[in-house]
T-cell receptor, first 110, second 114 residues
C-alpha cells in the first residue's frame, strides 16, 4: 500500500512569514494529492488539491507543488495569519483510498 | 447542502463493551468512508463503501469491528468487544464518486475506552 511521510511535525512562524510543509509518497501510481486543515476538535477540511498531471496549483495565499519523479509534494502558505494555526495533513491516493501523513502542527505567532 | 452527520459525538465505555457509531453522508454521495484517527496521527481508513457494497475493508480489524450500509445511504460502525487501543476519533467521510475526489468529513465521534 501507499506510505506517506510528512515533515516537519511542528512548525512555528511569525505572522506574515511563509510556511512550507513537505510530503513524500511511495506508490508511483498515486495520482491525487489533497491537503486538509484540521483545527482543534474539528473535522478535517480540504484546502487545496492537485492531480498528477499538474505540477503546481495556487489558490490565493496557498499553493501546492508536485514532483512526480521524486515522489514528493509540498504545501506553501504565504503571508501567514493567526487563523492559519491548525494541523495540516497531506494525503495521496491511487484508485480509491486516501493515505494520510502524520500531520504538521502549524502555529502562527502574532 | 447539509454536511456529513455523525452521532454520538462522544462515547465513553469500559473495555470489552460494545459500541456503535452512526453516519449519514451528504445527499447524493455514493461513496462513504470510515476512518480511525488516533490522537496525534492522521486518519487511517477502516472501510470504504460504494453505494451499499464494500470496496475496501483491508484495514478493518474484522475480529472486532464491523460496518454496514444496508440501503446505500447511512452507515453504522460497530466495535465488539472494545479494547483500550480503540480509543480514537472515528471519522465518517463521503464523496460524490469513488475515484480520486474531495472527501467531506463529518465532525467525528470521540471514543474513550477505559
Amino acid at each position: 500500500g501507499e506510505n506517506v511521510e510528512q515533515h516537519p511535525s511542528t512548525l512555528s512562524v511569525q505572522e506574515g512569514d511563509s510556511a512550507v510543509i513537505k510530503c513524500t509518497y511511495s506508490d508511483s501510481a498515486s495520482n491525487y494529492f489533497p491537503w486538509y486543515k484540521q483545527e482543534l476538535g474539528k473535522r478535517p477540511q480540504l484546502i487545496i488539491d492537485i492531480r498528477s498531471n499538474v505540477g503546481e496549483k495556487k489558490d490565493q495565499r496557498i499553493a501546492v507543488t508536485l514532483n512526480k519523479t521524486a515522489k514528493h509534494f509540498s504545501l506553501h502558505i504565504t503571508e501567514t495569519q493567526p487563523e492559519d494555526s491548525a494541523v495540516y495533513f497531506c494525503a495521496a491516493t491511487g484508485a480509491n483510498n486516501l493515505f494520510f501523513g502524520t500531520g504538521t502542527r502549524l502555529t502562527v505567532i502574532p | 447542502e447539509a454536511g456529513v452527520a455523525q452521532s454520538p459525538r462522544y462515547k465513553i465505555i469500559e473495555k470489552r463493551q460494545s459500541v456503535a457509531f452512526w453516519c449519514n453522508p451528504i445527499s447524493g454521495h455514493a461513496t462513504l468512508y470510515w476512518y480511525q484517527q488516533i490522537l496525534g496521527q492522521g486518519p487511517k481508513l477502516l472501510i470504504q463503501f460504494q453505494n451499499n457494497g464494500v470496496v475496501d475493508d483491508s484495514q478493518l480489524p474484522k475480529d472486532r469491528f464491523s460496518a454496514e450500509r444496508l440501503k446505500g445511504v447511512d452507515s453504522t460502525l460497530k466495535i465488539q468487544p472494545a479494547k483500550l487501543e480503540d480509543s480514537a476519533v472515528y471519522l465518517c467521510a463521503s464523496s460524490r464518486t469513488g475515484g480520486p475526489a474531495e472527501q467531506f468529513f463529518g465532525p467525528g465521534t470521540r471514543l474513550t475506552v477505559l
